[in-house]
């Protein structure tokens, strides 16, 4: 799992694996910066860590190539990237692509990027939510997975919508990563379905 900032929702992840039938279990927490509660998270419930800083490397490509390789020693069937501040590369999209999904909070394709909440209601949008996607090379672009809707409230601010949205992600997020580990899943023509 990749993490950069509270890791609600990885700490949502590690209470389902808890019961043996949810069917996964973390294996690793990956961070692109020290210092965040999401790798606190991750070591108080003794799951190994690492971090690969953008800044510790001379390239972004180099970086990725790092980051690939930090995860591939934890051979990850999955990887679950949840409030994960940084774009995928190349060499991270040849290992993992079609088996990374990334949890954006708004209903994809509407208001891509990193402030999808704030963009929602000052559109005046009356329904949001939130969008688990298989990752590919666009910003909050790939194969959706799933998505979960919410209420956009007369006097919502961006923290009340954005804290709305995160408790209806995380249990999107952890009901659909236990179906993809028990019940595997396809991808044909953007279109993905459960089972084998
Ligand atoms: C989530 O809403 C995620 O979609 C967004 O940032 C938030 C991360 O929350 N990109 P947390 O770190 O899991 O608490």
């Given at each position: 799992m990749l993490v950069s900032g509270a890791g609600t929702n990885l700490q949502a992840l590690l209470h389902a694996c808890t019961d043996p039938a949810y069917g996964a279990r973390v294996v690793a927490v990956g961070a692109d910066r020290d210092g965040i509660e999401a790798l606190a998270r991750a070591e108080r419930a003794g799951v190994p860590t690492f971090v690969q800083r953008v800044t510790g490397h001379r390239?972004?490509?180099?970086?990725?190539?790092a980051l690939t390789a930090s995860c591939r020693q934890h051979d990850p069937d999955l990887v679950v990237l949840a409030g994960f501040m940084k774009?995928?590369?190349?060499a991270f999209l040849d290992a993992f692509g079609g088996r990374c999904v990334n949890t954006h909070p708004a209903l994809s394709p509407s208001f891509p990027g990193m402030a999808g909440p704030a963009e929602a209601l000052a559109y005046g949008v009356k329904v949001t939510g939130a969008t688990l996607f298989l990752v590919d090379e666009g910003v909050d672009t790939g194969p959706i997975v799933a998505q979960t809707t919410v209420p956009v409230?007369?006097?919502?601010?961006?923290?009340?919508?954005?804290?709305?949205i995160k408790v209806a992600e995380?249990?999107?997020?952890v009901a659909t990563v236990g179906r993809m580990a028990r019940e595997g899943f396809t991808i044909?023509?953007?279109?993905?379905?459960?089972g084998t």
């Open positions: 390239t972004r490509q180099e970086w990725d190539a774009l995928a590369g190349s409230e007369d006097d919502d601010d961006v923290a009340t919508l954005h804290e709305r995380r249990a999107m997020l044909t023509d953007r279109k993905v379905r459960f």
